[in-house]
């Protein structure tokens, strides 16, 4: 699976297990990702989706590195599409 496969991938778990914000994002936690079944068998380096995810500016979240257990309460949120102008 290539990297944006996988970005894409991300954006609906996220949808899945996260809550919507009246702004259109979602957020979760990173340790209910991290410890979702269907997410441990979609994703081989979770850290390196959400890293590849932020940097393309899908995805925030406080940090550079998330590590499980130390950081399982820290919010990731998918960011709303953004809406190109006419």
């Known amino acids: 699976m290539n990297v944006e496969e996988e970005v894409g991938k991300l954006k609906e778990e996220i949808q899945r297990l996260g809550q919507q ?3 259109g994002s979602y957020k979760v936690k990173f ?3 991290f410890n979702d079944d269907r997410c441990a068998n979609i994703f081989e380096a979770l850290v390196g989706t959400l890293r590849a995810a932020k940097k393309r500016k899908f995805v925030t979240y406080d940090g550079e590195l998330l590590l499980q257990g130390v950081h399982d309460n820290v919010e990731i949120t998918l960011l709303p599409p953004v809406v ?3």
């Open 84 to 86: 190109a102008a006419a």
């Open 21 to 23: 914000q009246p702004d």
């Open 31 to 33: 340790g209910v990702l």
